[in-house]
């Protein structure tokens, strides 16, 4: 039941930046973590980030972009955020917004609900 809508994929030269949007619904923030995921062509589909809202914030990287990307939630409008810093060739790829009831997973077999992928492009 849980629907995921992405948006803000585009295209940007390197060095550039992009904010990803998540609009969530049909989940409840306590019980599941939201993640972001890529796959360029002809490769396997990565974790990139992850975010857990409860009494605490629990965010997680994969070690590629740890430093230029940041996850975040904005628990008024339940839209998840990935905001992208001095992007690189390499993060081209589709862009996926993926829910799970694991806590911090950044493994692709925890996550079964996902939203329909946004393309990023960077440019040199």
């Known amino acids: 039941q849980v629907q995921l809508v992405e948006s803000g994929g585009g295209s940007v030269q390197t060095g550039g930046s992009m904010r990803l949007s998540c609009a969530a619904s049909?989940?409840?923030?306590?019980?599941?973590?939201l993640a972001w995921f890529r796959q360029a062509p002809g490769k396997e589909r990565e974790g990139v980030a992850t975010?857990?809202?409860?009494?605490?914030?629990?965010?997680h990287y994969s070690d590629s972009v740890k430093g230029r990307f940041t996850i975040s939630r904005d628990s008024a409008n339940n839209t998840v955020y990935l905001q992208m810093n001095r992007l690189k060739p390499e993060d081209t790829a589709m862009y996926y917004c993926?829910?799970?009831?694991?806590?911090?997973?950044?493994?692709?077999?925890?996550?079964?609900?996902w939203g329909q992928g946004t393309q990023v492009t960077v440019s040199s």
């Open positions: 993926a829910a799970s009831p694991v806590f911090g997973s950044l493994r692709l077999s925890a996550y079964n609900a």
């Open positions: 049909g989940y409840d923030y306590s019980s599941y973590s």
């Open positions: 975010i857990w809202l409860g009494r605490d914030t629990f965010t």
